[in-house]
């Protein structure tokens, strides 16, 4: 099978390493030729590495970078079964892309977005042949990373859905497959943990390093959401929460923070700057945490409250089902456990309760209980039977 990447990025270059491991020939394309020389020496270093570790041996090494070439003229691309782009997060650049891209591949070729939460009927409009287009969204580090989210378009075939499921598979990758929606499932059901951090933040409750602290340590997340938000970049990261908003008519709950708009104003974006919510620079010190556990129980059942409302609400919405919505948020963000299980082994009284005080506090619709949470307390229901919490 030929595999054609658009981009030679970080994401581009784990793509291509992924695919090559699996066997493919694989293409990477780019008009950069500074960006096509450092792909290659990044892969040239990161299979180094595993061979120092015993991971691959040196045969190994020369038939994955053997598998892979590097590409100026997208019209090489012309032979390629699949060609999976990872360009910048703009709409109709995507597009353009997409557009010039379908007069050199075959009639039956899949071309896939890795876009982390624009619309692929969107992105597919600009095809004359829109059904074979299909989000195939994978997780930084690719080659580590487990998940990948398969996402069809309106227009998008049956067959090439079922065909790229097994591509993903093949690849020994985890699918998940997700509706065309905002945010996916990932980027959807973990805005709570940046953003309902940020709340409690923003009213005093804790500061920065409490609020780290209770939740990896009382939910054993591996880094907590401030952390996470200068290592992802504050920017970054507060660009996809304001998409996010936006595409979902300004729902409060998935409204931005002016604290991290702030950050991101004054050039605060974290590890890359510096700076962020803690100073990263030689010699600085940070703060402490608090380490009261009554302040710690509040803050990690709040947060995590939230996130399983996503969750359900996410399942409400058929966005995915709860077994690829749990996958995607264990696999794809390493959160300690699926957030659907979590709720079963919380009770789902638990979480409508909490959710109840909350919007009996505030007021505000940012708190609403999802309908699904609601009417499986009522009929006394779990999303999944007690043998799969207990192998969670």
């Known amino acids: 099978m030929i595999v054609g990447i658009i981009g030679s990025g970080t994401m581009g270059s784990g793509i291509a390493q992924v ?187 804790a500061d920065v390093a409490t609020i780290d602290w209770s939740l990896k340590t009382l939910g054993g997340f591996r880094m907590g ?6 290592f992802i970049g504050n920017d970054v990261n507060y660009t996809v929460t304001e998409t996010v908003f936006k595409a979902f008519y300004y729902d409060p709950r998935y409204k931005p923070s002016f604290t991290q708009k702030r950050l991101s104003e004054a050039g605060y974006l974290g590890r890359k700057s510096g700076k962020g919510y803690y100073d990263y620079n030689e010699g600085s010190q940070n703060p402490e945490p608090v380490k009261d556990e009554i302040l710690a129980q509040y803050i990690f059942e709040r947060v995590l409250v939230m996130l399983i409302n996503e969750a359900a609400d996410a399942l409400f919405w058929n966005i995915a089902s709860a077994e690829d919505i749990d996958n995607a948020m264990t696999k794809g963000v390493n959160y300690p456990k699926g957030l659907l299980s979590w709720a079963d082994a919380k009770g789902i009284d638990w979480c409508v309760n909490t959710l109840d005080k909350l919007y009996d506090e505030y007021r505000e619709d940012r708190y609403r209980c999802s309908p699904l949470l609601r009417k499986m307390n009522r009929e006394n229901k779990r999303f999944f039977n007690i043998e799969h919490i207990a192998g969670k």
């Open 225 to 230: 959401p401030f952390e996470l938000m200068d």
């Open 19 to 205: 695919a090559a491991t699996a066997g493919c020939t694989v293409k990477v394309f780019d008009t950069n030729e500074e960006a096509l020389e450092k792909s290659k020496s990044t892969l040239e270093k990161i299979l180094a590495r595993l061979v120092e570790k015993g991971r691959i041996d040196q045969d190994e090494k020369n038939r994955i970078q053997g598998n892979i070439f590097h590409v100026n003229n997208l019209k090489d691309l012309g032979d390629a079964n699949l060609t999976i782009e990872a360009i910048i997060e703009n709409i109709e650049i995507k597009k353009k892309v997409f557009a010039a891209l379908e007069d050199y591949v075959s009639k039956n070729a899949i071309i896939a977005s890795n876009t982390s939460s624009l619309s692929i009927a969107s992105i597919a409009s600009a095809l004359e042949n829109p059904e074979r287009c299909i989000g195939i969204h994978f997780f930084n580090p690719a080659p580590l990373m487990k998940l990948v989210e398969v996402i069809p378009a309106v227009q998008t075939s049956q067959e090439v859905t079922n065909e790229v499921i097994e591509i993903i598979k093949g690849w020994k990758k985890v699918v998940a497959l997700t509706k065309d929606t905002p945010g996916f499932i990932v980027n959807r059901v973990a805005r709570p943990f940046y953003g309902e951090s940020l709340r409690v933040l923003e009213e005093g409750i």
